[in-house]
């Protein structure tokens, strides 16, 4: 099967890039997320925003997009660590089941704000 992979961020150098790279990529059928990172190079912890298909699918942290399966003709965008939320998604994104059952039980994103100490 072929997947279309576009990488943004330091990851992108992987594919030949240098902020952003595109790559359709030829996986074997039911390949998961994992194996695609392991034949790109990617560790988890290096990356952020998970897309599948425009449907967010992994948050900075959570790792959970790893055993989704894929499918010939899939779109996944893989955003580098200490990348912010992407703009095109600024009015929102559908979010994977995985993404929902991983907020509902270790909490959505928090912030505190903390005084600055001179």
Not at 24 to 53: C, M, Q, R, W
Request: hydrophobic fraction near 40%; avoid cysteine; charge should be negative.
């Amino acid at each position: 099967m072929l997947v279309d992979v576009a990488i943004y961020g330091k990851l992108a150098h992987l594919l030949g890039g240098k902020f952003v790279a595109t790559q359709e990529i030829s996986l074997p059928d039911n390949a998961k997320v994992k194996e695609l990172y392991s034949l790109i190079g990617i560790y988890p912890e290096e990356t952020s925003y998970v897309f599948i298909n425009a449907v967010l699918s992994d948050m900075p942290g959570l790792h959970v997009v790893l055993e989704d399966e894929l499918h010939d003709g899939d779109h996944i965008g893989i955003f580098s660590v200490g990348y912010m939320w992407p703009y095109q998604y600024r009015e929102g994104a559908a979010i994977s089941r995985r993404v929902q059952t991983a907020l509902a039980e270790r909490g959505a994103l928090q912030h505190s704000t903390k005084p600055i100490i001179p």
